[in-house]
Every structure is written in C-alpha cells, then in structure tokens.
C-alpha cells in the first residue's frame, strides 16, 4: 500500500541518518584523540627544528673529585661540577628544565652545614632564585615525597612527578638539564649534596648547541607528560620523537673538530620513533671500538633480576658481557674496566668479573683488565666516598650515561645516555672529548685507589654482607637504594 512504502522509506531514512551521525561522532572522537594526544604531548619548541639549530659548539668535561682524594700532580683536572652548573643557571635566560633522581641539596647533617652542604645549599638558592629573573624552572621526578621539592614548588617551580612503579616497576634515574633549549649538562650526578662534594661524579656541559638541546628537552618532555598517567600512550606526538639516533646522528662541529652524536633512552617502553636504546647506543660505541675500550660505572652486573607472581626470578642477561668478549677475543680490542668497590658492591660482580679476566688466559693478543675503585671508609667514617662515573670511552667514541651497567637497571628504570663520535682527522687533538675523556680514566685506573682483580678472590663472599646479598638475589628482586 502506498502509505505503508512511505512509512518504510521514512523508516529507512532514518535509519541511514543514525548511522551517519553515529559515523561522524565516531570520526570526531577519534580526530579529537589524535589531536589531544599531538597538543599535550610536548610544548612549543620555541622555533626550533632540526633545519635551522645551532650545530657549532663547545664542550667542557665537568666533574667532582672529593677533597680527600690526592691524584699525581700531573694529571688530568677538569672544571668542577658545581661551578659548571652555577654557570649553566648565569647563561639561563629563559628556561631550565631539569631531571633528576634524587633531591636533597640541602643537608641536614648538622656536621656537614658548615663546609661539605654549602654548594648543594648554594645551588638550591639560586634555582629558587631564577623567579626574580624571569626565568622558567621546570622540574621532573620520581620522587613526590621530596620536602625540596615542595619547597621549590610552593615558590615558583613547575613539578611533574612520574609514577614508575606504575609504569615499569624501576626508577627514574636519569640526570640531566636543559637550559634555553640551547645548553645542556648530562652525566651521574643527580641534585644532592653530597653530589656536589662527596662522591666521585663526571658528565659534560654542552655550549651553544641547540640541535643537541632540541633531542633532550624532547626526553624531558616525554617525562613531563607522564605525570598522572600509568599506562605509555600508543599515539606519540612529533614533538617527543627522536631528532637524531644512532642510524641518523646530529653532523655538528664540536671544539672546532668534526663530530657526529645522539642522544639514547632506556628503559625500551620509554623509547618513541628513532629513538635509540641505552643497550643499543652501548653496544654500538663496543663495535665501532678498533684500539681500546675503557669503561668506568659504578656496577656491573649482567644480570635480571624481577619478580612474576610473587615468586623472584633471576637470569643472565648477556647483551654487554658478550660484546666485550667479543671485543677482546675476536677484534683484539683492549678492554678495561673500573668499578666501585663499596659496601652494596654484588658479590656475583666478582665472579663474573673473574671469569671475563680469565678470557684471555694463554692468548697473546687479547687483553682485558678489571680493577676496582675502592677508598678506604674509614675517612671520617663517611661510606659514600664511591666512583659514581658512568661513561665509556673508546679510541673514537664516548658514552655518557646515567644507568650503571646492570641488567635489571637497564631493562627497568628510567635513564638518558649521550654518544658521541669524533672523525679521525682532528686538528685540535688536545681538546677533543675523547682525549679528555681516556685522560679521566686513565687517571683513575693508576691512582692509589684502583686496585687489581685477585684470581679466586672470595672476599665479599665470605663477609657477612656476602651471605645476605646472595640469599636476596633468591628470595626477591634487586632494587636500587636511595644513595
């Protein structure tokens, strides 16, 4: 019947006007998410771009050797880190951005205000200072019972905090600032006091260099949206995407030589497009190594240690342990390393350590050396006197971490890392970073406080601390403590 043809096409037509409506609902959802997550995810970057950044710069090696250590009078010395840092906050015209682990610049030590805490004290005053000037501070932690940090935010400081247990059970150990997008530091120290007079620390402050800048503030703007969240976005805005990587590097001119960089992350899940991973960046500086390769980190473990239902469990994780092998045995490449000797030194470091030493055993070219960096603690009964350095440097490269070489500090928690590679035809040998770098370590690695590998040492076995160190690798994961 006609009217019922009418009743029919009516229904059908709204029919196809409910779904096209629901079509475009559907459509402006999905375009809102796309652009929710491309606006937050990362600010302005002040116009700068890969194309038009600043690719001439300067680079100074800074560091903190304790007062109570005596080198030889002809060695190497480099610029005091917190005379680097105070320079980096008078260069600061616009913004500092800053990560770090820890916070605890001020001391409450009554024994330490009077000379030890002063620089911490000092800096703390004048990043609170930067308000009067104008000058936006931006801070990023793990750490959200922080009094400092608090205090900072209460007067002027932006604070994001990140969740890491939430978001892979580690911590967020990186270290580092950027400073008007156009000077960076990088290196182990993080904001604590005693970072600043009693432990052994060493990174590099990089001038005038804004290409290098642009990567790492997009690390830190990776961080700053974390806040809040428990979970990694699967959409990722351009503007915390690698700029330069590994297969890619910035092309730059450093202290007047040719050089080429990048900068790496860990963990893997805190890696977005071409951003390359610590493990990789690592692994890429061994196999590029053709004379010698020295490193120097506070631990080295090669292994994994989690937890998966309530119940530990350990593994050997051989990624770095194989390419020195690798290195020593098949590439004839010297292979040295420097690690600290402390109070939480694992007693398995020993024994792999021994094991990798005796490689080389009955084989005339191939060389590998462990020593480690041990300072006596009964220097004013102060246990934290340790090698906090986290670098490699090889014939050609550098890498600048802020992971020890640990597998579960690598695959967990929170970490940034700087390569850098210089041409062979350097007209400035004297002041390239690799030739500071190997002076650094070599330094180090003859001082009264390097000490040689004993074959069968068992001494950290047989402490007491010993016994409890390996019935916790049985019984629960290994954590990092709060230094």
Not at 100 to 126: C, M
């Amino acid at each position: 019947m006609p009217g019922s043809a009418t009743q029919e096409n009516i229904m059908k037509s709204q029919q196809k006007c409910i779904a096209m409506f629901a079509l475009v609902c559907c459509f402006a959802v999905l375009v809102a998410l796309i652009f929710s997550a491309v606006d937050v995810w990362g600010e302005d970057e002040d116009g700068v771009t890969e194309e038009n950044c600043s690719k001439n710069c300067r680079i100074v090696l800074v560091e903190n050797v304790p007062g109570e250590l005596s080198f030889n009078p002809n060695s190497s010395t480099h610029l005091p880190l917190t005379l680097g840092l105070n320079h980096l906050l008078d260069q600061a015209k616009l913004s500092v951005e800053i990560v770090s682990p820890y916070w605890a610049l001020t001391s409450n030590d009554q024994g330490s205000r009077l000379y030890s805490s002063y620089q911490g004290q000092y800096l703390f005053q004048r990043l609170l200072s930067l308000k009067s000037r104008g000058v936006r501070l931006k801070i990023v932690s793990d750490q959200p019972n922080s009094i400092e940090l608090k205090s900072m935010s209460d007067r002027y400081a932006e604070v994001h905090y990140v969740n890491m247990t939430a978001l892979t059970r580690g911590r967020l150990l990186s270290s580092f600032w950027v400073v008007d997008r156009k000077h960076v530091y990088i290196g182990s120290a993080g904001m604590n006091w005693k970072a600043l007079s009693k432990l052994k620390e060493l990174g590099v402050i990089v001038f005038d260099c804004s290409c290098l800048a642009l990567d790492l503030h997009r690390i830190f703007s990776f961080y700053w949206q974390l806040q809040y969240r428990d979970y990694i976005p699967s959409i990722w805005s351009k503007r915390v995407t690698a700029v330069f990587s590994r297969d890619e590097p910035l092309r730059f001119r450093l202290n007047n030589t040719d050089a080429s960089a990048y900068v790496s992350t860990s963990p893997e899940l805190f890696c977005p497009k071409g951003r390359s991973r610590d493990l990789d960046a690592i692994r890429h500086v061994i196999r590029e190594a053709q004379r010698f390769i020295y490193i120097s980190v506070t631990d080295y473990l090669p292994l994994v240690n989690r937890s998966f239902r309530g119940s530990p469990i350990v593994r050997y994780w051989s990624p770095i342990d194989e390419m020195l092998r690798e290195a020593a045995v098949l590439r004839e490449v010297k292979v040295r390393l420097l690690i600290s000797l402390w109070t939480r030194t694992h007693p398995l470091t020993i024994n792999f350590m021994t094991s990798m030493q005796a490689l080389c055993t009955g084989l005339p070219v191939c060389s590998i050396e462990v020593r480690f960096y041990r300072v006596k603690e009964q220097m004013g009964g102060f246990q934290h006197r340790i090698n906090e350095n986290k670098f490699m440097v090889t014939d050609n490269a550098v890498y600048i971490g802020n992971l020890d070489w640990v597998g579960s500090e690598l695959a967990f928690n929170a970490g940034a890392g700087l390569v850098i590679q210089e041409s062979e035809n350097q007209q400035e040998k004297q002041n390239s970073i690799v030739e500071q770098l190997t002076a650094a370590f070599e330094r180090d690695w003859f001082s009264p406080y390097s000490i040689n590998l004993l074959p069968g040492s068992t001494t950290l076995q047989e402490s007491q601390h010993g016994r409890q160190k390996l019935q916790a690798l049985k019984t629960k994961p290994e954590g990092r403590e709060n230094e």
